[in-house]
């Protein structure tokens, strides 16, 4: 497992984090994390963490649309793209578009690592859920 970071801006008063967490599987989870007092203010609590999981062969469907071939190669090219903090919200429009397995999950003051760890081995309930918001 590698974690590649795609996107970082931080100001005084937030910091939005979109990075790659890739699997030697072939799978991957893109992770958006946004703490501050803007989370705060429009989640209720901060750090919140958006998950989207791309298994194997949703990153070839990824890999393919954009003309690259395995998962370190599609890391590179999604970071070469991500230029602002819309990134996660791209990123996940394309996988729909070429027909990628969509599904969100949000969290709510847990390391997203925990997060991936349990999606990782297709066991949600490894997040306790008074912590998995959806």
């Not at 609590?45 to 395995?70: E, K």
Request: some cysteine; charged content about 20%.
């Amino acid at each position: 497992m590698r974690v590649v970071e795609l996107y970082r801006e931080c100001t005084a008063d937030e910091v939005v984090r979109v990075y790659a967490v890739v699997y030697n599987t072939g799978g991957m989870l893109v992770v958006e994390e946004l703490a501050g007092e803007l989370a705060a203010w429009c989640f209720g609590y901060t750090p919140h963490y958006r998950v989207l999981p791309l298994s194997p062969g949703d990153a070839s469907l990824l890999g393919a649309c954009l003309g690259v071939q395995g998962t370190r190669q599609l890391v590179s090219v999604l970071a070469m793209q991500a230029v602002d903090g819309d990134c996660f919200d791209q990123i996940a429009q394309l996988a729909q578009e070429v027909g990628a397995n969509m599904s969100f999950d949000m969290y709510r003051g847990v390391r997203a690592s925990w997060a991936a760890a349990g999606l990782r081995r297709g066991r949600r309930e490894a997040i306790s859920p008074p912590q998995k918001l959806f």
